[in-house]
């Protein structure tokens, strides 16, 4: 099927996430409690053994994945097309990033609404992670969806239009996980974490106050999920020539 889809159709991208507050301790006594529960499943202790530095360290490590717990910080989205002069395939990365959730999501959506519609969206555990998470922080904050986020109780093929490159690689396998790290070390094309990993982006923003630097970050991600569906459909994959941040070049 994705042979016959044209690229130029197709928005790639890529979410960040972060806790919702900085620290459990600044969470209400009920999100406290819940918060303590989600922990001990999470660590399948049981009750008696769960201390409040386990919860406490759990909520830092594991928040940011969870939209209850968490929020979006940035949505960078990836947009290919083919050069006019030489015909040769080039992306647009962008990304929207603030620490105001609201307005980055009604952002995002004007964007799907107003390009996308009818059109693809493709990421890397897409369908388990990026979509849900949005879906969920959408409601929320009682913002209406885009079309091609309508998705509640849709059946599989009725949302065709989601294309999930950890999906492809499974080929059929519902066991594993594999990050594009290793997709790329394995596909050989140029690997997205040369600079921060998941685990450090509640810090670069919390701490660092780094929205920019979580953005870039962002950013390589959605190449990466470019460069491997490229790979699926044995496409040269992108020089660095091709690729152009948006935002940097605006800047510059």
């Given at each position: 099927m994705i042979e016959h889809i044209d690229l130029a159709h197709i928005l790639f991208l890529d979410i960040e996430t972060v806790s919702a507050e900085p620290d459990f301790r600044a969470l209400s006594d009920d999100f406290q409690a819940h918060w303590r529960h989600k922990a001990r499943q999470q660590l399948r202790v049981p009750e008696e053994e769960l201390t409040d530095d386990m919860v406490i360290e759990a909520y830092q490590d594991r928040a940011a994945i969870f939209a209850e717990f968490g929020k979006i910080v940035c949505i960078s989205v990836g947009i290919m097309h083919r050069d006019k002069d030489d015909q040769r395939l080039r992306i647009r990365l962008k990304s929207y990033?603030?620490?105001?959730?609201?307005?980055?999501?009604?952002?995002?959506?004007?964007?799907?609404?107003?390009?996308?519609?009818?059109?693809?969206?493709?990421?890397?555990?897409?369908?388990?992670?990026?979509?849900?998470?949005?879906?969920?922080?959408?409601?929320?904050?009682?913002?209406?969806?885009?079309?091609?986020?309508?998705?509640?109780?849709?059946?599989?093929?009725?949302?065709?239009?989601?294309?999930?490159?950890?999906?492809?690689?499974?080929?059929g396998d519902r066991k594993n996980f594999t990050s594009l790290k290793v997709l790329a070390s394995v596909l050989n094309f140029p690997s997205p974490k040369d600079d921060i990993d998941g685990s450090q982006v509640g810090r670069v923003y919390w701490e660092d106050t780094d929205?920019?630097?979580?953005?870039?970050?962002?950013?390589?991600?959605?190449?990466?999920?470019?460069?491997?569906?490229?790979?699926?459909?044995?496409?040269?994959?992108?020089?660095?020539?091709?690729?152009?941040?948006?935002?940097?070049?605006?800047?510059?």
């Amino acid at each position: 099927m994705i042979e016959h889809i044209d690229l130029a159709h197709i928005l790639f991208l890529d979410i960040e996430t972060v806790s919702a507050e900085p620290d459990f301790r600044a969470l209400s006594d009920d999100f406290q409690a819940h918060w303590r529960h989600k922990a001990r499943q999470q660590l399948r202790v049981p009750e008696e053994e769960l201390t409040d530095d386990m919860v406490i360290e759990a909520y830092q490590d594991r928040a940011a994945i969870f939209a209850e717990f968490g929020k979006i910080v940035c949505i960078s989205v990836g947009i290919m097309h083919r050069d006019k002069d030489d015909q040769r395939l080039r992306i647009r990365l962008k990304s929207y990033a603030s620490s105001d959730e609201k307005e980055l999501l009604e952002d995002f959506s004007a964007l799907l609404d107003q390009y996308y519609a009818n059109k693809y969206l493709c990421g890397h555990n897409i369908k388990e992670f990026d979509i849900p998470y949005i879906c969920r922080r959408l409601l929320f904050h009682q913002l209406p969806f885009p079309k091609a986020l309508q998705i509640q109780g849709k059946k599989p093929w009725e949302t065709k239009h989601l294309l999930d490159t950890l999906e492809l690689w499974k080929f059929g396998d519902r066991k594993n996980f594999t990050s594009l790290k290793v997709l790329a070390s394995v596909l050989n094309f140029p690997s997205p974490k040369d600079d921060i990993d998941g685990s450090q982006v509640g810090r670069v923003y919390w701490e660092d106050t780094d929205l920019e630097r979580i953005a870039f970050y962002c950013e390589k991600d959605v190449l990466a999920t470019a460069q491997l569906f490229l790979r699926f459909r044995r496409l040269p994959i992108l020089e660095d020539d091709q690729v152009a941040h948006v935002d940097r070049e605006e800047e510059e």
